[in-house]
């Protein structure tokens, strides 16, 4: 019974920061990736960033490398994603993400199997 809790989105202008928070429950995520997604209108979800849990691997799209961090709390399962520099493209519901690690899956695959509720991130000029 994994649960999985967006918080820190927000309105922000451009140029700006926030920290999205993902506190994950009901599970052992060892052997999980977590990652995150966002959806802006009119638009697929896309992939945003990821991590493997027990190995600490992160991922990033090219649209936000340099730009978005995505780390862990162990001991508070939680999952962060500070992003920075932010641009109005960056608009969107922000998901939470968990799947089993899967061989042959990349962690930019949408199949995942858990899933927040989604937290809006919009960006103002």
């Known amino acids: 019974q994994v649960q999985l809790v967006e918080s820190g989105g927000g309105l922000v202008q451009a140029g700006g920061s926030l920290r999205l928070t993902c506190a994950a429950s009901g599970g052992s995520f060892s052997s999980y990736d977590m990652g995150w997604f966002r959806q802006a209108p009119g638009k697929e979800r896309e992939f945003v960033a990821a991590l493997n849990w027990s190995g600490g691997r992160t991922y990033y799209a090219d649209s936000v490398k340099g730009r978005f961090t995505i780390s862990r709390d162990n001991a508070k399962n939680t999952v962060y994603l500070q992003m920075n520099s932010l641009k109005l493209e960056d608009t969107a519901v922000y998901y939470c993400?968990?799947?089993?690690?899967?061989?042959?899956?990349?962690?930019?695959?949408?199949?995942?199997?858990?899933w927040g509720q989604g937290t809006q991130v919009t960006v103002s000029s």
């Open positions: 993400a968990t799947k089993y690690v899967r061989t042959g899956r990349a962690v930019t695959d949408l199949r995942y199997d858990f």
